[in-house]
Every structure is written in C-alpha cells, then in structure tokens.
Nanobody
C-alpha cells in the first residue's frame, strides 16, 4: 500500500503561483500513475491533472490547461503540480492519488486507489 502526502499549499493572490508536491512512500514509484484532484467547499471532487508512470503522458482538465503543469521525479518518489496564473476559482483542497499501472491512465477519480490527506490552496486578494 502506497502512502501519499501533499505539501506546498497556501494563500496566494490572483495571478500568483504555487507548486504542490506529492511524496510517495512506496518504491518503485513508477508502479503508479499519479493524479491531482481538487475539492472546493460545497462541490464534488474534480479531476485536475494526471501523469503516467513514465511521465510521458499527461492530461489536464480544461479549466487548468495552459496554467498548470504536472511533472514527476521517480528517483525522488515525488510528483509536482506547478500552478501559475491562479484564479479565485482555483481555491480548493488539492489531493494527489495513485492508480496502479495495471490499468491504463485515467482521469476518473474512482479509478484511483490511494489518496493523500490533501493540502489547502486559497486564492484571495
């Protein structure tokens, strides 16, 4: 069982940037596709971005495409989410999640087995 821990959240002004990190406990980390999801107050959890085990395939939600970049460093067991040009509507708890490479990479949250506790991102002036 892999354990995930997110970090890097915080308070940022509109137009600012943050980089989230997702650190995993299990080796080899390359056994998993890793996704980022978010949940705003009163809303359902939604897909943000995902990256394949090798880093060669990425998908983004339309709402973040062109502003967010997902990447991974398997040697460090870490996945990153670089968030630029942040907007008020990006405010949410951000979660990373792991999907076994037994399955094809997917954007649906129900396909992810292991989840971190989340990190709060607040975009406010």
């Amino acid at each position: 069982q892999v354990q995930l821990v997110e970090s890097g959240g915080g308070l940022v002004q509109p137009g600012g940037s943050l980089r989230l990190s997702c650190a995993a406990s299990e080796r080899p980390f390359s056994n998993y596709h890793i996704g980022w999801f978010r949940q705003a107050p009163g809303k359902e959890r939604e897909f943000v971005a995902t990256i394949s085990w090798s880093g060669g395939v990425t998908y983004y939600a339309n709402a973040v495409k062109g502003r967010f970049t997902i990447s991974r460093d398997n040697a460090k067991n870490t996945v990153y989410l670089q968030m630029n040009s942040l907007k008020f509507e990006d405010t949410a708890v951000y979660y990373c999640a792991a999907q076994s490479t037994v399955h094809l990479i997917d954007t649906r949250l129900e396909k992810y087995t292991y989840w971190g506790p989340g990190t709060q991102v607040t975009v406010s002036s």
